[in-house]
């Protein structure tokens, strides 16, 4: 669809989700999203899980327009994604989880 367009009988209309600042997230949990530049991405490894099993494990450091930085870290299959950013890339994540991670 474009804008303008008709999709299923309605109109078509873009969708924004509803945008978090790094510094407001609550690191006791919760689901967000956040717009974020990409500082640097690490490594993807692979992992032995708390319950035994293997998997893949990536980072990405991010920052925000509030001069907010954070380590996000993604698991499995979005492991892939890792290897499509570059530094500098300005990306949206949604509905993250956020929590601090624990070892």
Request: proline share 5%.
């Amino acid at each position: 669809c474009s804008p303008g367009k008709m999709a299923a009988g309605r109109p078509w209309r873009p969708h924004f989700p509803q945008l978090q600042t790094l510094d407001l997230l609550d690191p006791n949990g919760g689901y967000f999203s956040i717009m974020v530049v990409v500082l640097n991405t690490g490594k993807v490894s692979q992992v032995k899980t708390r319950d035994g099993r293997l998997t893949k494990k990536g980072t990405l450091a991010v920052g925000d327009a509030a001069k907010a930085f954070m380590s996000m870290t993604l698991w499995g299959e979005k492991t892939k994604w890792i290897k499509s950013v570059r530094n500098g890339d300005v990306v949206v994540f949604e509905n993250i989880k956020v929590k601090e991670f624990q070892l």
